[in-house]
């Protein structure tokens, strides 16, 4: 087993050194932080170190919060000695619920938080899973909350995670809680899948779309029309021409005409990148037909569903807006409820600047109303949710019937327009043969 020499400083802010055999530095770094001692140097193998400085006057020993925020400055730590997160393997979101599922399980089971995270990682299996629960028992048996040690992991944890995870904590019902966060969990893994299955057939359709129109006119109509541009006498219709044209282009210019597009690509890139016209571009999807609706009811169903839950776990109202409003996914929607919650912050109602926004529906604005005035906000979210994840279902089948008739009506076009273009000069010539 390797050695490292090391400096180090205790709770208690004395300097010490010395030589420590660990497995490798991540070890070396717990077996430090589980003696009470946070290392400033540490140095694999024989390399001397100089003696730490006779200590001076021992201060008082740090405990509770303090001992806690010593703890938690070990994630700084580990990024500076080369253990950053960045590296860490992560988990999909479906495994984090599942994750947190059987952790709340063994906890309504009866069994202590400690107990609770060996017996999940007695089951574990896959390469990132263990070690994420290695990580959160060695944290936790360290004196670490548990999502003091969560938020030094990172990825998977979000801030709507690391949220619910401290209102488990301070709630004293932590399986109740961690239950309510597996479901908030497992309807977003639904609700994106079920998106992606309404999307998935149109983006096929789409794509044989574009496919067919660069078949049609870069390869078919000119070796079918272009020995009849010679003929003497044949005037070649408008829509034979157009399409001539842009095959003769085509042909003669297609490496500039890929890096034109690659630039406008990365031109639209970079201004959509930018957080105004990010907004702009959000705000226009949810003016536009079929799509915006679609997103609208994704968007909202999730608002309300996190914040209801957030709510229930015993979440300050404001920070369970700032945490909802990240898991939005539209920058149009996220700007509206960042202006929602200056206003609650200067002490209005929630209701009302929902309202002014324009961009949520008088459902959900009368559902927060109510809720405020009866004192259970959180009980008419959950519900107002299930209404809204019924209106998602609905948009989606709007969208999945609607969209695939009309792609077929665009290529339609596309091929009568290209068809036209082959049979007219065909006509035309054989009214030069009679």
């Avoid at 609706?293 to 996190?306: E, G, H, I």
């Avoid at 290209?418 to 009679?434: D, K």
Wanted: charged share 20%; aromatic share 4%.
């Amino acid at each position: 087993m390797p050695t490292y020499q090391y400096q180090s400083l205790t709770t208690g802010g004395e300097t010490r050194n010395g030589v420590l055999a660990a497995a490798d530095r991540a070890d070396a770094v717990r077996r430090l932080a589980q003696r009470g001692e946070t290392p400033t140097t540490l140095i694999q193998g024989d390399a001397s170190i100089a003696p730490a400085p006779q200590a001076k006057k021992k201060t008082p020993a740090r405990t509770g919060a303090a001992a806690k925020s010593s703890t938690s400055g070990l994630a700084a730590m580990e990024r500076r000695l080369g253990l950053g997160g960045s590296d860490r393997p992560s988990i999909s979101r479906s495994e984090l619920a599942n994750l947190i599922r059987e952790l709340a399980t063994a906890l309504e089971a009866g069994l202590p938080l400690m107990q609770s995270l060996k017996t999940v990682r007695r089951q574990a299996h896959g390469r990132a899973l263990p070690v994420i629960l290695d990580h959160l028992i060695d944290r936790v048996e360290a004196g670490d909350p548990l999502y003091m040690a969560a938020e030094a992991y990172g990825r998977p944890f979000d801030d709507m995670v690391l949220g619910m995870l401290r209102a488990a904590d301070a709630s004293g019902d932590m399986s109740e809680v961690l239950h309510q966060l597996a479901d908030l969990l497992e309807r977003s893994v639904e609700l994106r899948r079920e998106v992606m299955g309404a999307t998935f057939y149109p983006a096929i359709v789409a794509a044989l779309v574009v496919v067919s129109t660069v078949v049609l006119v870069t390869i078919l109509v000119p070796r079918l029309i272009g020995p009849m541009a010679g003929e003497a006498g044949l005037r070649l219709p408008w829509p034979t021409q157009t399409v001539l044209g842009i095959a003769n282009f085509l042909q003669a210019y297609w490496a500039p005409t890929l890096l034109g597009i690659v630039g406008i690509a990365f031109a639209w890139f970079m201004w959509s990148s930018v957080p105004a016209n990010r907004v702009r571009i959000d705000r226009f999807k949810l003016r536009a037909p079929l799509l915006g609706r679609l997103l609208r009811d994704v968007s909202v169903a999730r608002f309300t569903r996190t914040l209801g839950t957030l709510s229930a776990a015993g979440l300050p109202i404001l920070d369970a807006l700032r945490i909802t409003r990240r898991t939005l996914g539209n920058a149009a929607l996220m700007e509206a409820i960042e202006a929602v919650e200056d206003q609650v912050t200067a002490g209005k109602a929630l209701a009302d600047p929902l309202e002014r926004s324009g961009l949520f529906p008088p459902l959900l604005v009368q559902v927060v109303s109510l809720g405020e005035r009866s004192g259970r906000l959180d009980k008419m979210l959950m519900h107002a949710a299930t209404a809204f994840d019924r209106q998602v279902n609905t948009s989606i089948n709007l969208f999945t019937k609607a969209l695939p008739p009309l792609l077929l009506i665009v290529m339609a076009g596309i091929g009568g327009f290209v068809l036209a273009a082959i049979l007219l000069p065909l006509l035309e010539l054989q009214n030069l043969v009679r």
